[in-house]
Antibody
Framework: EVQLVQSGAEVKKPGESLKISCKGSGYSFTSYWIGWVRQMPGKGLEWMGI????????RYSPSFQGQVTISADKSISTAYLQWSSLKASDTAMYYC??????????????WGQGTLVTVSS | SSELTQDPAVSVALGQTVRITCQGDTLRSYYASWYQQKPGQAPVLVIYGKNNRPSGIPDRFSGSSSGNTASLTITGAQAEDEADYYC???????????FGGGTKLTVL
């Protein structure tokens, strides 16, 4: 069974750093892209970026380039999303997703349970 | 603003058919995927490609595409289909993914 299991909820202060994780199991972790999706409170889904754990090829949405860092450790089948200096506007639910490409279709076929990040002074 | 446009809200009577649309120029080149999100839950893939359903998704969900518009149709909507629905596809550069703004479906 394919699973993406994310790390637990975080409460941080502005300016602090944070790294959240997403552990994949039940499939070949190095053969699929892993992406991150943000959902701010009461808002829609936003694609942040994606990494191919097989070779660490990473792509960022222009909206998030320079704001976050995506990485992966294939030895433990885990992807990461990190911030060096959090802002209150980073308060959101963050989902990791497995990306598949079927012909001319990008799809996110498996989702993590989400990690709620709250940034407040 | 998103490159994929969805109506913010749609309603349907119980047991009737509803179509949720997603518009964008990139849909002329790429198929959309559709996700259902219920309150407090992670999104779930319901339709991808021309008209493909992942295992476990009821066959009342179907997809179609014409020109710059992708559609998700629910034939015989059930109370449990009340949720937010999002489309996604590639953006105009072809290098990135973009989501539509989402449609809140109410089943009356």
């Amino acid at each position: 069974e394919v699973q993406l299991v994310q790390s637990g909820a975080e409460v941080k202060k502005p300016g602090e750093s944070l790294k959240i994780s997403c552990k994949g199991s039940g499939y070949s972790f190095t053969s699929y892209w892993i992406g991150w999706v943000r959902q701010m409170p009461g808002k829609g889904l936003e694609w942040m970026g994606i990494i191919y754990p097989g070779d660490s090829d990473t792509r960022y949405s222009p909206s998030f380039q320079g704001q976050v860092t995506i990485s992966a450790d294939k030895s433990i089948s885990t992807a990461y999303l990190q911030w060096s200096s959090l802002k209150a506007s980073d308060t959101a639910m963050y989902y990791c997703v497995r990306r598949a490409i079927v012909g001319a279709t990008d799809l996110f076929d498996y989702w993590g349970q989400g990690t709620l990040v709250t940034v407040s002074s | 603003s998103s490159e994929l446009t969805q109506d913010p809200a749609v309603s349907v009577a119980l047991g009737q058919t509803v179509r949720i649309t997603c518009q964008g120029d990139t849909l002329r080149s790429y198929y959309a995927s559709w996700y259902q999100q219920k309150p407090g839950q992670a999104p779930v893939l319901v339709i991808y490609g021309k008209n493909n359903r992942p295992s476990g998704i009821p066959d009342r969900f179907s997809g179609s595409s014409s020109g710059n518009t992708a559609s998700l149709t629910i034939t015989g909507a059930q109370a449990e289909d009340e949720a937010d629905y999002y489309c996604n596809s590639r953006d105009s550069s072809g290098d990135h993914v973009v989501f539509g703004g989402g449609t809140k479906l109410t089943v009356l």
